[in-house]
């Protein structure tokens, strides 16, 4: 007797076996896809209906029949209950109560009634143990079902429910152009429908040979295993191509720090092959000390678990390279991480420009201020030469007082605390200006706004009387803010002369002048307000620009450097139209938390 059908049964089981751990593993790299772990349930079911049917067609007594068959119905219900599942996700239908309802419809019949009845749900008795001769001479017991019952055509009828939704799936997504797709799912369908249509022909005796439904979810096992991984082959090779022309450094890794895919750019800047890279860990390519900070951006993003940005310095070659990284962890169904993601971008050249963009600035800056300086001279001169003048005249009354020998040492006592008292007030003049020409950039320390706006308008008051401006200021105390001194003495001193080359159209009596300091929430606000002509409407938003300016012989400079430096400072500046005549300058600065805190204690 030539034994073809039963190995050939064994040899499915095989072949379905393999396909299973296949797409377990495809499902291992891929958790959020549950399309290839579906599918390897099926795999798995059809190999053990062919197991089943094997031990149905060598079964030597009617009952060891009944129990193979039961066992072969159940996992025949449950092929086709999983495919459904399986059509559902692989054609990304939304209605997902029929799978439901068509699963458990099969399911119920196949692990429930078949069970229940005496002879399950293929036989309405005992059958009588046939044998079948195949024309190869092999000789199996007779699997077909003679007498029908009533939940044998139910469960017909709920599998073939089961391959119309199916068939209607496909139609619909080649409709909505997914055509490859719904062809390989069709050509699997009509496999599984045609070979399971010949078992029931078989069944009404109208051909006498065996069962080849297992044959059949073979080839919807080999058609949709092929479209399936030819399906994860293109998507792979779609996204390589993809992240290969990203210009950035692009990879991932799995929770114990193997790379699973990096892109060309990580393999050109490490000069190795991507096949020498995957499956291995940071510790196998980098130097130790890139490898601890690697690590430790890992283990931040892991513990989040939500996207983070790191910025890094790495040597290349020997050579210092800045990197900007965006790192995030994929998260599987269960919102658990299964991967981490990175994103970096070379930004070497971008620091370098931006440190020699800061640079510029600092000159333009200190340009401004000298030029400020050189043209409030006069203003300075008169600040400097009220108190040298008092010195001299002090020092010359002292001088006599000891020459007549009538010296009374508590008068000479006033006139040294006189001299040192203008000695102070003209070294302040000079300190203050100082510290606003200086080019060097100071550290940023605590600055009292009201303290610094009082000071600049002690070297501008000369200026301010020559122009016959009348000043009101509303300081108040306790407005301290980190900052660079001398950049915001600069501010202050821009936006005070702006305003009084603002008023200088205006007659004398109507030349105003509030400036004002007061603490806003959490930050320090203070506002230049003038009683010029103002700035026209369309111009109001313009005027921070660099090179705009509304005097003739202005630079249109000093606004930009005021906005510049505030924003430097992580404040804001704007301007406003009043509602008189002339325009206010609004600068908010935050305040500085420690001193806040220590005043509010």
């Not at 510290?435 to 008051?461: F, H, Y």
Request: with cysteine.
């Amino acid at each position: 007797m030539n034994a073809i059908l039963v190995p050939a049964l064994y040899g499915l089981s095989g072949v379905c076996a393999y396909a299973m751990l296949t797409h377990i593993l495809i499902a291992w790299r891929r958790p959020v896809d549950r399309t290839h772990l579906l599918f390897a349930a099926v795999c798995l079911w059809v190999a053990l209906y062919a197991i089943a049917e094997a031990g149905a067609y060598r079964a030597e007594t009617a009952q060891a029949l009944v129990a193979f068959r039961r066992w072969q119905i159940l996992f025949g219900t449950l092929v086709v209950g999983t495919y459904v599942w399986f059509v559902a996700s692989y054609m990304d239908t939304t209605r997902g109560w029929v799978p439901a309802a068509l699963s458990a419809w099969i399911v119920l019949l196949g692990a429930g009634v078949n069970f229940a009845l005496p002879y399950g749900i293929s036989y309405i008795s005992l059958p009588a143990l046939d044998h079948l001769s195949l024309p190869w001479d092999e000789q199996v017991v007779d699997l077909r079902v003679n007498q029908h019952s009533a939940w044998h055509a139910v469960m017909w009828l709920a599998i073939v429910a089961a391959f119309v939704w199916s068939i209607v799936a496909c139609v619909q997504q080649y409709r909505r152009g997914i055509r490859r797709r719904a062809l390989t799912l069709g050509l699997a369908t009509v496999f599984f429908l045609v070979f399971a249509a010949f078992n029931e022909i078989v069944n009404f005796g109208l051909v006498r040979f065996v069962h080849l439904a297992e044959f059949g979810f073979l080839g919807a096992v080999v058609v949709m295993s092929l479209g399936l991984t030819h399906e994860l082959r293109e998507s792979e090779r779609r996204l390589q191509a993809i992240l290969d022309n990203v210009p950035a450094i692009v990879f991932m890794k799995d929770l114990q720090g193997r790379y699973l895919m990096v892109n060309r750019h990580f393999e050109a800047l490490y000069r190795q092959p991507g096949s020498t890279i995957v499956g291995r860990t940071a510790r196998d390519i980098f130097p130790a000390a890139q490898v601890v900070t690697l690590l430790a951006t890992d283990r931040k993003v892991l513990e989040t678990r939500r996207g983070l940005e790191f910025e890094d310095v790495y040597h290349v070659d020997g050579e210092a390279r800045t990197f900007v990284s965006l790192k995030f962890p994929l998260l599987d169904a269960h919102d658990q991480p299964y991967a981490i993601c990175g994103v970096s971008t070379d930004v070497t050249e971008l620091r370098t420009a931006e440190r020699e963009a800061r640079s510029l600035q600092q000159r333009i800056w200190h340009t401004d201020r000298v030029a400020r300086a050189g043209a409030l001279s006069a203003s300075l001169a008169h600040e400097l030469n009220q108190p040298l003048a008092a010195v001299l005249s002090n020092a010359q009354a002292a001088l006599r007082f000891l020459d007549s020998g009538k010296a009374d040492p508590r008068e000479i006592r006033d006139i040294l605390e006189d001299i040192v008292r203008d000695d102070k007030r003209a070294a302040a003049v000079i300190s203050s200006l100082r510290a606003m020409v200086g080019r060097q950039t100071a550290a940023r320390l605590q600055v009292d706004l009201s303290d610094t706006v009082k000071e600049m308008l002690g070297i501008l008051r000369g200026e301010m009387l020559e122009r016959q401006v009348e000043v009101a200021t509303a300081l108040a105390e306790g407005c301290v803010v980190m900052a660079d001194k001398g950049q915001i003495q600069q501010v202050v001193l821009n936006l005070v002369t702006n305003a009084l080359d603002a008023m200088g159209g205006q007659p004398p009596d109507e030349r105003r002048l509030r400036i004002s300091v007061a603490r806003e929430g959490g930050n320090a606000r203070m506002t230049v307000r003038d009683s010029g002509a103002g700035v026209p409407a369309e111009d109001i938003d313009k005027v921070f620009d660099a090179f705009r300016s509304t005097k003739p012989q202005g630079m249109g400079i000093g606004l930009s450097v005021c906005r510049s430096i505030v924003e430097s400072h992580a404040g804001s500046i704007r301007m406003e139209q009043n509602a008189d005549r002339g325009v206010s300058v609004h600068v908010t600065l935050p305040l500085d938390k420690a001193r806040a805190a220590t005043t509010a204690v």
